[in-house]
C-alpha cells in the first residue's frame, strides 16, 4: 500500500476542510480532480480540535471506500456525528483545526504479548 506524498496529504487535509463547511455553513464546494490513490479503498480518521481541545473525531480502520469518500463521510462524521460533543456551528468554524490520518492495512503483530508495545 503506498503512502501519500506531502501534495496528497496536502490535498487530503484541504478536501476535510472544504468537505466541513459545506456540511456545517452549506458553503458550496465541487471536488477537484483526485489523484489515483483517492480511488483506493483506505482507512482513515478526521480529527477536529477547538483550541487545542478535542471537538469530534470519526473514522474507518478499516478500508472500506475509496479514500475521497471516507474522507467525506469521515469529516462530516466527526462534525456532527460525534456522540461525545454537540453538532459543529458555523460560528466555531474559524477556531476549528482539522487532521486527516490515512492508515495502511492493519497487520498482524506476532510478537509475544511483552513485547508487543515495542512492535508497534
Do not use: N, W
Not at 473525531?57 to 462534525?79: K, Q, T, Y
Not at 458555523?90 to 495502511?104: C, Q
Request: charged share 25%.
Amino acid at each position: 500500500m503506498e503512502l501519500l506524498t506531502p501534495e496528497e496529504g496536502e490535498l487530503a487535509l484541504s478536501h476535510a476542510r472544504h468537505v466541513l463547511h459545506e456540511h456545517v455553513a452549506r458553503e458550496p464546494y465541487t471536488e477537484p480532480e483526485f489523484p489515483p490513490v483517492f480511488s483506493q479503498k483506505r482507512g482513515v480518521f478526521v480529527t477536529l480540535t477547538k483550541k487545542g481541545d478535542l471537538r469530534g473525531c470519526i473514522g474507518f480502520p478499516h478500508a472500506v471506500m475509496p479514500l475521497r469518500d471516507a474522507i467525506r463521510e469521515a469529516a462530516c462524521s466527526a462534525a456532527t456525528g460525534d456522540p461525545r460533543f454537540p453538532p459543529v456551528t458555523p460560528k466555531e468554524l474559524p477556531d476549528i483545526s482539522v487532521e486527516v490520518t490515512v492508515l495502511t492495512e492493519p497487520e498482524l503483530l506476532t510478537a509475544s504479548p511483552a513485547d508487543r508495545p515495542r512492535a508497534v
